[in-house]
């Protein structure tokens, strides 16, 4: 069983930048890719990006690429999306994943355990 605790979401400025943190519990963490997913007001949840158990494969949706950075200390039991030149349009709420598939998947139905979501507003 792992437990997972999203921080770090807040109001920031388009073109502004964030840190969202994702604590994870337990003493398996390295054993699991990560994954950041994100769902907006009346849209789907979508994937935003993984990283593998090692930490030496990271994965981005198109949207992001460039602006996001997935990484992962697995000394610290914690994942991190640092992200840069926020958007109006990346204003959801951001879910950290966890899924026994090694390699960071982007499908969300491939994960196994959730956060409770952090909010991220980014204003125009």
């Known amino acids: 069983q792992v437990q997972l605790v999203e921080s770090g979401g807040g109001l920031v400025q388009a073109g502004g930048s964030l840190r969202l943190s994702c604590a994870a519990s337990?003493?398996?963490?390295?054993?699991?890719?990560m994954g950041w997913f994100r769902q907006a007001p009346g849209k789907e949840r979508e994937f935003v990006a993984a990283i593998s158990w090692s930490g030496g494969s990271t994965y981005y949706a198109d949207s992001v690429k460039g602006r996001f950075t997935i990484s992962r200390d697995n000394a610290k039991n914690t994942v991190y999306l640092r992200m840069n030149s926020l958007k109006p349009e990346d204003t959801a709420v951001y879910y950290c994943a966890a899924t026994k598939n090694r390699y960071g998947p982007r499908a969300f139905y491939e994960y196994d355990y959730w956060g409770q979501g952090t909010q991220v507003t980014v204003s125009s």
């Open positions: 337990g003493r398996t963490f390295s054993h699991y890719a």
